[in-house]
T-cell receptor, first 112, second 115 residues
């Protein structure tokens, strides 16, 4: 089935630095979502994107829906220690009205 | 408002046994989906139910089944457990089945270990 390519797989940064991660697919997606998952917990929704070119912010987080509808990126500005976790992109593929397809995740470590 | 709740939180089963996992969606949400997350991977879609009907099924064997009740809660059943079924099972609820409302909210998951 469809796979989402998420990169980088992991990042180790210093507190205060900005972070960028992205997700690409081989087919068109109608919706992109970004989640954060802490160990032993379920994913928490950060941002939802519905239109190509859409740029949406949630505090220090900014995400964009790519113009081609085959990619999305997430930026985190001025990182803090509580940003540590695994970030997942997820998408709803055109023609599939019932499931989300997830990337493999980006593990973010923030050094205080 | 309470979020998505799942029970039990942890479960240990033996190969060949059967297991039932339970999920209560956010109040007002009519759609429930189930995902399997193995260590180091993103969640994989198993089922979606909306208004008590199965609306989609992922690439999982028939040993996996689910249902949704009139109060929109849901159960996931797995028969003839295999070692490979060990995973975190996530339930997600969504306000409706309409395409425009794709925000899915996840519960904390049930950690299933098969020995």
């Amino acid at each position: 089935g469809q796979q989402l390519n998420q990169s980088p797989q992991s990042m180790f940064i210093q507190e205060g630095e900005d972070v960028s991660m992205n997700c690409t697919s081989s087919s068109i997606f109608n919706t992109w979502l970004w989640y954060k998952q802490d160990p032993g917990e379920g994913p928490v929704l950060l941002i939802a994107l519905y239109k190509a070119g859409e740029l949406t912010s949630n505090g220090r987080l900014t995400a964009q829906f790519g113009i081609t509808r085959k990619d999305s990126f997430l930026n985190i500005s001025a990182s803090i220690p509580s940003d540590v976790g695994i970030y997942f992109c997820a998408g709803q593929e055109g023609g599939s009205n019932y499931k989300l397809t997830f990337g493999k995740g980006t593990l973010l470590t923030v050094n205080p | 408002d309470a979020g998505v709740t799942q029970s039990p939180t942890h479960l240990i089963k033996t190969r060949g046994q059967q297991v039932t996992l339970r999920c209560s969606p956010i109040s007002g949400h009519k759609s429930v989906s189930w995902y399997q997350q193995v260590l180091g991977q993103g969640p994989q879609f198993i089922f979606q139910y909306y208004e008590k009907e199965e609306r989609g099924r992922g690439n999982f064997p028939d040993r996996f089944s689910a249902r949704q009740f009139p109060n929109y809660s849901s159960e996931l059943n797995v028969n003839a457990l295999l070692l490979g079924d060990s995973a975190l099972y996530l339930c997600a609820s969504r306000q409706s089945g309409r395409a425009l409302y794709w925000e899915q909210y996840f519960g904390p998951g049930t950690r299933l270990t098969v020995t």
